[in-house]
């Protein structure tokens, strides 16, 4: 099989929650647990740090490989979604796990897949575990999918668990609180293993305290560290991530990893360099000065818009787009009714149709046209825009992929 032929017979057979939503969620762990123990259990044979949160997880995830690959280490990174090519899921110091990797992966073991009732997470999961381990990584850095208790990732042991923040998303899987959807999170608590909490909630730090004095895990709340570094990732909403990330390194550094002042610096200073990270406040353009982000939810628009108060512009342009399952009720009412909207449907099944978005959006006083695609709204809001107006584009990954 070529790699194409790979990719499409994963996404013809294997429901993928990206597609299809709440019902390619497992819930469970039996599967990824079987197919761990069908390649030999790779996950045992090299040392993790797993990453949950609603917001921020991403960013802190390829900040601590980033980090790890100044300090001289082969670092195994496991992300998702991906935005362009399904090999950015998979990487090893920053460099895509080959096609030629994922076309055996595939080939080894798709018998014993097509036997068994396995979603898209679950294969990739377990193709990252195989490849890792093969590759004989000194460390690899976990990134939790949805959740954190029922995800398919938390069957690993890792050194030091690191949970971003708590806010309303998937509330269909995870719950409609913030106590509710902080016991998923805190499912990726170890017993007697270390776990950060990047930022301070009163309402979910009870929570965090509970689970953690339950497995006798010791717990650090970051948000009062002093941080003396700077992220090469920009917007303001790094700043509460990278206590988070620092702190998880400082435990690495008591355990007897060889991590350097120097490598911290470094490190985050360079995590685009190294890892090739996208879609947070990405510049794609001047003049207008057009930013990407995929910031999906209220908790993550709340930072956008703390950023954008900050930036300088004669009119906003927003390019918008959501899957069908968001909770538009909160969400726009967050939007400004001064900004231009270019409403668009992302090119997935899960995809909100655009008219069905701008009727919403009307409802809470934001006006603008809707398009069939992405492309389309970008392309009228750039022609609409003037040099010193400002364009946003997100509401989804899936807008975001369409133009990185």
């Not at 270390?194 to 730090?205: C, M, N």
């Not at 930072?303 to 009119?315: D, H, M, P, S, V």
């Not at 939007?335 to 978005?357: E, V």
């Not at 959006?361 to 392309?379: I, K």
């Given at each position: 099989?070529?790699?194409?032929?790979?990719?499409?017979?994963?996404?013809?057979?294997?429901?993928?929650?990206?597609?299809?939503?709440?019902s390619?969620f497992?819930?469970?762990?039996?599967?990824?647990?079987l197919?761990?123990?069908?390649?030999?259990?790779?996950?045992?044979?090299?040392?993790?740090?797993?990453?949950?949160?609603?917001?921020?997880?991403?960013?802190?995830?390829?900040?601590?490989?980033?980090?790890?690959?100044?300090?001289?280490?082969?670092?195994?990174?496991?992300?998702?979604?991906?935005?362009?090519?399904?090999?950015?899921?998979?990487?090893?110091?920053?460099?895509?796990?080959?096609?030629e990797?994922?076309?055996?992966?595939?080939?080894?073991?798709?018998?014993?897949?097509?036997?068994?009732?396995?979603?898209?997470?679950?294969?990739?999961v377990?193709?990252?575990?195989?490849?890792?381990?093969?590759?004989?990584?000194?460390?690899?850095?976990?990134?939790?999918?949805?959740?954190?208790?029922?995800?398919?990732t938390?069957?690993?042991?890792?050194?030091?668990?690191?949970?971003?923040?708590?806010?309303?998303?998937?509330?269909?899987?995870?719950?409609?609180?913030?106590e509710?959807?902080?016991?998923?999170?805190?499912?990726?608590?170890?017993?007697h293993?270390?776990?950060?909490?990047?930022?301070?909630?009163?309402?979910?730090?009870?929570?965090?305290?509970?689970?953690?004095?339950?497995?006798?895990?010791?717990?650090?709340?970051?948000?009062?560290?002093?941080?003396?570094?700077t992220?090469?990732?920009?917007?303001g909403?790094?700043?509460k991530?990278?206590?988070?990330?620092?702190q998880t390194?400082?435990?690495?550094?008591?355990?007897?990893?060889?991590i350097?002042e120097?490598?911290?610096?470094?490190?985050?200073?360079?995590?685009?360099?190294?890892?090739?990270?996208?879609?947070?406040w990405?510049?794609?353009?001047?003049?207008?000065?057009?930013?990407?982000?995929?910031?999906?939810?209220?908790h993550?628009?709340?930072?956008?818009f703390?950023?954008?108060?900050?930036?300088?512009?004669?009119?906003?342009?927003?390019?918008?787009?959501?899957?069908k399952?968001?909770?538009?009720?909160?969400?726009?009412?967050?939007?400004?009714?001064?900004?231009?909207y270019?409403?668009?449907?992302?090119?997935?099944?899960?995809?909100?149709?655009?008219?069905?978005?701008?009727?919403?959006?009307?409802?809470?006083?934001?006006?603008?046209?809707?398009?069939p695609?992405?492309?389309?709204?970008?392309a009228?809001?750039?022609?609409?825009?003037?040099?010193?107006?400002?364009?946003y584009?997100?509401?989804?990954?899936?807008?975001?992929?369409?133009?990185?």
């Amino acid at each position: 099989m070529t790699y194409t032929e790979s990719i499409d017979w994963l996404w013809a057979h294997l429901p993928m929650y990206q597609e299809k939503g709440r019902s390619a969620f497992r819930g469970k762990l039996d599967n990824i647990l079987l197919l761990c123990d069908h390649l030999g259990n790779p996950q045992e044979q090299f040392p993790t740090l797993h990453i949950a949160g609603t917001n921020g997880k991403g960013s802190s995830s390829h900040a601590l490989a980033s980090v790890l690959q100044e300090a001289g280490y082969k670092v195994g990174l496991y992300t998702s979604p991906h935005l362009k090519d399904f090999r950015e899921r998979i990487k090893i110091n920053g460099e895509d796990i080959s096609q030629e990797a994922v076309c055996q992966f595939v080939e080894k073991n798709k018998d014993f897949i097509e036997g068994e009732n396995f979603s898209f997470f679950e294969v990739t999961v377990g193709m990252a575990f195989d490849y890792f381990a093969y590759q004989k990584v000194d460390i690899a850095v976990i990134e939790v999918g949805l959740g954190g208790r029922l995800d398919s990732t938390n069957i690993i042991n890792p050194v030091v668990s690191l949970i971003t923040n708590i806010g309303k998303d998937h509330t269909e899987i995870l719950g409609n609180t913030l106590e509710e959807i902080a016991y998923e999170k805190a499912g990726i608590i170890k017993p007697h293993t270390p776990v950060v909490i990047s930022e301070f909630h009163p309402l979910t730090a009870p929570v965090f305290k509970q689970v953690a004095a339950e497995r006798e895990a010791p717990i650090y709340f970051a948000d009062s560290l002093e941080v003396p570094y700077t992220m090469d990732l920009k917007g303001g909403y790094q700043a509460k991530n990278i206590k988070g990330i620092v702190q998880t390194l400082r435990i690495l550094q008591e355990k007897g990893w060889a991590i350097s002042e120097e490598n911290i610096q470094r490190g985050l200073s360079h995590i685009v360099a190294n890892t090739h990270l996208m879609g947070r406040w990405q510049l794609l353009s001047e003049h207008p000065k057009t930013i990407c982000d995929t910031a999906h939810n209220a908790h993550g628009f709340a930072e956008i818009f703390a950023q954008l108060g900050q930036e300088k512009y004669n009119t906003l342009h927003m390019v918008l787009g959501f899957v069908k399952e968001k909770d538009l009720d909160a969400i726009l009412p967050m939007f400004p009714k001064q900004a231009h909207y270019y409403f668009c449907t992302p090119k997935i099944d899960r995809g909100l149709s655009a008219t069905l978005l701008q009727e919403k959006a009307a409802s809470y006083g934001l006006r603008g046209d809707a398009f069939p695609s992405v492309e389309s709204a970008l392309a009228q809001a750039q022609e609409q825009a003037h040099t010193d107006d400002f364009i946003y584009i997100g509401g989804s990954t899936f807008v975001v992929a369409e133009v990185v």
